[in-house]
């Protein structure tokens, strides 16, 4: 499981030119699910996710997490970071999660982010999706399970 944490003033998703999700401050969360990811595996990712203390306090030191901000997620599925580049030019996908399974734990990690108390935004699982966003920092981190 691999994700892209950013931590935006603010973000959205489009589809259809219609927008899906959006949230103030918080995290963008892209999320790829691969073959052999657990329920396990994300909860584990979900829970740190939500403790990494990356934004600012008072004095300017990322040392605040999601919770201490008050903020939310907008969490989108993005199975283009599961490819394998380092063969060839075109990206292969064979360690991405079949869209049946990497759908269920999509969910599963809406339901837990929801669980652990923060507003969750979302994409549509599969769509061809645009997204908006105002990196804050920037920050963007890499994060796998």
Not at 27 to 50: F, H, M, P, R
Not at 86 to 94: A, D, I, L, M
Not at 113 to 126: D, N, S, T, Y
Request: overall charge negative; some cysteine.
């Amino acid at each position: 499981m691999k994700s892209v944490i950013q931590r935006v003033t603010d973000a959205s998703v489009s589809v259809d030119g219609e927008v899906v999700g959006r949230i103030a401050k918080g995290l963008l969360v892209y999320l790829g699910v691969e073959k052999d990811d657990t329920e396990e595996k994300l909860a584990w990712l979900c829970s740190k996710i939500t403790k990494l203390r990356i934004f600012a306090d008072s004095e300017g030191k990322m040392n605040l997490s999601l919770r201490e901000v008050d903020g939310s997620l907008l969490v989108i599925s993005q199975f283009t970071l599961c490819a394998n580049l380092h063969k060839g030019n075109r990206p292969s996908y064979n360690d991405a999660a079949n869209p049946e399974e990497a759908s269920l734990l999509y969910e599963k990690a809406l339901e837990t982010f929801r669980q652990l108390g923060f507003p969750v935004e979302k994409g549509i699982f599969g769509a061809h999706m645009h997204v908006i966003y105002t990196n804050d920092g920037p920050v963007t981190m890499l994060l796998e399970a």
